[in-house]
């Protein structure tokens, strides 16, 4: 059973940064094709990928909106990812959720996760 854990959220102003960490339990970092992503869920809106890491290679995706600001990293020893977020802008204001699963499809889609963490709110305030 996996289980996904999030946490770091918070408010800072424009310019500022957060790092979000997700600890995983019963998810095995090795597979190729095992995947940790991060997505974000504004009010009103759907939920959208943001970044995403392979954890068997460490290769990973981001969304455009948030590339060469954000990064996505792992930590293998303590089966955590991380998201470092710097020069956050009012629109990365969001709920953010930690995803894990061995996917076939693309990352950008929520129905290719199976396991889902609870969420950490960022808010940005200019």
């Known amino acids: 059973q996996v289980q996904l854990v999030e946490s770091g959220g918070g408010s800072v102003q424009a310019g500022g940064s957060l790092r979000l960490s997700c600890a995983a339990s019963?998810?095995?970092?090795?597979?190729?094709?095992?995947?940790m992503a991060w997505f974000r869920q504004a009010p009103g809106q759907g939920r959208e990928g943001v970044a995403a890491?392979?954890?068997?290679?460490?290769?990973?995706n981001y969304a455009a909106s948030v590339k060469g600001r954000f990064t996505i990293s792992q930590d293998t020893a303590k089966n955590t990812v991380y998201l470092e977020m710097n020069n956050l802008k009012p629109e990365d204001t969001a709920m953010y959720y930690c995803?894990?699963?061995?996917?076939?499809?693309?990352?950008?889609?929520?129905?290719?996760?199976?396991?889902w963490g609870q969420g950490t709110q960022v808010t940005v305030s200019s």
């Open positions: 890491i392979y954890t068997g290679d460490g290769s990973t």
């Open positions: 995803a894990a699963d061995q996917i076939a499809g693309s990352w950008l889609a929520t129905e290719s996760f199976g396991y």
């Open positions: 019963g998810f095995n970092y090795r597979f190729r094709r095992n995947c």
